[in-house]
């Protein structure tokens, strides 16, 4: 894959691995920043036979890991969803079963209200873990390391097909 930013040159890129491109100007560190996010035209991709590659769809840019947005609002539905698809049998079981027997004791707990009040079972996955308020470990989100850690292996499992850009000033 070859990298170009028009007012400097271009970088070809490997087609595995990590590729640390270091900047000493400002200007280009923000025209890098601003084209990653499609801020401006001064960046091109393209394949090794040159056929053009969309920037947004070729690139996921993270940003800034200590001035960047959580990485949960960009990933974490993502893999909730997946998660969801692919809990085997058993688990979704499992689960179930404890939101059921939770279900269970506070309608019984009702009950000693005596006021015509009941529950109503939901079997959707997605809205119990919402319930439970999933969410990255704040471990994560405050260590760029392991955030880099992280998004690599969110794109490792689930094989996203872009290629993760991080900065660092």
């Known amino acids: 894959m070859i990298l170009s930013y028009l007012t400097y040159k271009k970088w070809t890129l490997p087609d595995s691995g990590v590729t640390v491109i270091t900047l000493q100007s400002p200007i280009a560190y923000r025209d890098l920043v601003q084209g990653f996010k499609k801020e401006n035209s001064l960046l091109l991709c393209s394949d090794r036979d040159f056929n053009s590659l969309e920037i947004t769809k070729t690139f996921d840019f993270v940003g ?22 692919t809990i085997d049998e058993e688990n979704r079981n499992k689960a179930f079963k404890a939101y059921y027997n939770l279900g269970a004791v506070l309608h019984d707990s009702l009950l000693l209200e005596d006021l015509p009040m009941d529950i109503d079972f939901n079997k959707d996955l997605k809205k119990l873990l919402k319930l439970l308020e999933i969410h990255f470990d704040r471990s ?30």
Request: proline share 4%; glycine share 2%.
């Open 140 to 169: 994560v989100l405050t260590n760029p390391y392991a955030t880099i850690e992280t998004v690599l292996k969110i794109h490792q499992n689930y094989d996203l097909g872009t290629i993760p850009v991080f900065f660092v000033m």
């Open 64 to 85: 800034d890991l200590l001035l960047s947005e959580d990485i949960s609002k960009r990933y974490l539905t993502f893999v909730v969803n997946n998660y969801v698809k």
